[in-house]
C-alpha cells in the first residue's frame, strides 16, 4: 500500500528561536501521525469489507461507532464501521482484527509500556 500525504503547515513568523520551532515541528509531526493512524485504519476497513462467517461481499453498511484509541502521539478518534452480511444475516466490525492486539485496552502497547514505566518510577 502506498500513502502519498500533502500537508500545509503555518509556521509564524516571529518563532523566538530553534526551541519554539521544534515545538512547532513536533505538533505538527504527531497531527500528521495522528492523521495517517485515522487513514490506515479507514484503509484496513476497505480492504475487509466483507463477511467474516461466509465470505460474502454482499455486506451493507449497519453504522459506526468511534474508536477512541489513545496512541504516544495523542488520541486518534478511528471511525469503527459495523457491517451486516445480506447473505447470512451475520455482524462484522472489520477493526476489531486490527485492535485486537490491544487486548480490553484503548491505548496502544507503547502507551501502557510509558504508563507502566512511569508509575514504577513514583515512590511509595
Known amino acids: 500500500m502506498r500513502i502519498e500525504i500533502t500537508r500545509v503547515i503555518d509556521v509564524p513568523d516571529e518563532l523566538v528561536g530553534v526551541n519554539a520551532l521544534e515545538a512547532v515541528v513536533r505538533e505538527e509531526g504527531f497531527a500528521l501521525m495522528r492523521e495517517l493512524l485515522g487513514t490506515l485504519g479507514q484503509r484496513f476497513q476497505a480492504l475487509h469489507w466483507h463477511c467474516p462467517k461466509c465470505g460474502s461481499r454482499e455486506v451493507e453498511s449497519a453504522g459506526e461507532k468511534t474508536f477512541d484509541l489513545l ?8 471511525p469503527r464501521q459495523r457491517l451486516e452480511c445480506q447473505q447470512c444475516g451475520a455482524i462484522a466490525k472489520p477493526l476489531d482484527d486490527w485492535l485486537r492486539a490491544l487486548g480490553e485496552h484503548r491505548a496502544t502497547w507503547l502507551v501502557q509500556e510509558l504508563t507502566c514505566l512511569a508509575g514504577a518510577s513514583w515512590p511509595l
Open 71 to 78: 496512541t504516544a502521539f495523542g488520541k486518534v478518534d478511528l
